[in-house]
């Protein structure tokens, strides 16, 4: 079975810190670029981070420059997140995505 499973998520202060990870698990992870997204109440879902397949190109939502960096390691199948200088405005439930494949989410909560 192919999927994707985030982890990672929780409740954390306002300039907070928190890592989520997504291992994939079923098919090729290594050849496809892989991206975050997040979706907050009410809102449509938005590209948060994008990265190639070796991880080497790196894109970002101007929203979350200079504070989240994704990185990924094939030989684990996994993909990073890595969310510093956290603010309320990034409370979501955080995605990854690659081809078809969706997570779970994992929800994110800031609190002020």
């Known amino acids: 079975q192919s999927q994707l499973v985030e982890s990672g998520g929780g409740l954390v202060q306002s300039g907070g810190s928190l890592r989520l990870s997504c291992t994939a698990s079923g098919f090729a992870f290594n050849y496809y670029a892989v991206a975050w997204f997040r979706q907050a109440p009410g809102k449509e879902r938005e590209g948060v981070a994008c990265?190639?397949?070796?991880?080497?190109?790196?894109r970002y939502a101007d929203s979350v420059k200079g504070r989240f960096t994704i990185s990924r390691d094939n030989a684990k199948n996994t993909v990073y997140l890595q969310m510093n200088s956290l603010k309320p405005e990034d409370t979501a439930v955080y995605y990854c995505n690659t081809q078809q494949y969706w997570g779970q989410g994992t929800q994110v909560t800031v609190s002020s």
């Open positions: 990265a190639t397949t070796t991880g080497d190109n790196t």
